[in-house]
């Protein structure tokens, strides 16, 4: 069965350090996500990613974020300066859905990101 | 603005029993999407159902049901006949359609624990 991987699985940071969190989404989707969920808190929307721009982001997704799909396969998730509260467990997502709104998220096994 | 309210933190219940889990959702939209997704101790986060909001027919799958709502902003997941391999977190989300990667909205999710 298809899958979205990412990788690494467990990142440890010092603050202030980039990090770059990479994901290979399922290969005929077209549309991309990144969430993160907080230990045992809510899953987080952060942005979405179609036709090579952001469709959405989020009030988290300031300037410190970016994301980009360098190579036509990699999806990628960079935070400039990391903080002690970017500690999360970051998820990336893909979808092949057509139709605005309906879309079906497959979502990779996730990235810890622990910032010290 | 789109809101999901899942008020259940945590359910505990016995083996076999049968427990719902109440979703309630806050849209100005005519169109939009609902989901529920599941999230095993393992981490990953499983898509379960998706439904439109032109479609209020219950759905059942297996030991799983769904009753969707529009007259009470309520998309509640059955589980019928509980058993151990249940034990996750549920999240119920929203999608408006916004654009063509429209961001999903998670809920707090519902921790549910079937007990042997």
């Known amino acids: 069965e298809p899958e979205v991987t990412q990788t690494p699985s467990h990142q440890v940071t010092q603050m202030g350090q980039e990090v770059i969190l990479r994901c290979v989404p399922i290969?005929?989707?077209?549309?991309f996500y990144w969430y993160r969920q907080i230990l045992g808190q809510k899953v987080e929307f952060l942005v979405s990613?179609?036709?090579?721009?952001?469709?959405?982001k989020s009030e988290i997704f300031d300037d410190q974020f970016s994301v980009e799909r360098p190579d036509g396969s990699n999806f990628t998730l960079k935070i400039r300066s990391t903080k002690l509260e970017d500690s999360a467990m970051y998820f990336c997502?893909?979808?092949?859905?057509?139709?605005?709104?309906?879309?079906?998220?497959?979502f990779g096994a996730g990235s810890r990101l622990t910032v010290l | 603005a789109q809101k999901v309210t899942q008020a259940q933190t945590e359910i505990s219940v016995v083996e076999k029993e049968d427990v719902t889990l109440d979703c309630v959702y806050e849209?100005?939209?005519?169109?939009?999407?609902l989901f529920w997704y599941k999230q095993p101790p393992s981490g990953e986060l499983v898509f379960l159902i998706r439904r439109n909001s032109f479609d209020e027919q219950n759905e059942i799958s297996g030991r799983y049901s769904w009753n969707f709502q529009k007259s009470t902003s309520s998309f509640n997941f059955t589980i019928t006949a509980s058993q151990v391999v249940d034990s996750a977190v549920y999240f119920c989300a929203l999608s408006e359609r916004r654009s063509s990667a429209s961001k999903i909205i998670f809920g707090s999710g519902t921790r549910l624990s079937i007990r042997p």
């Open positions: 290969s005929n989707h077209l549309y």
């Open positions: 997502a893909s979808s092949d859905t057509t139709v605005a709104g309906a879309n079906v998220l497959t």
């Open positions: 849209t100005r939209d005519t169109t939009y999407y």
């Open positions: 990613f179609y036709n090579n721009e952001i469709s959405e």
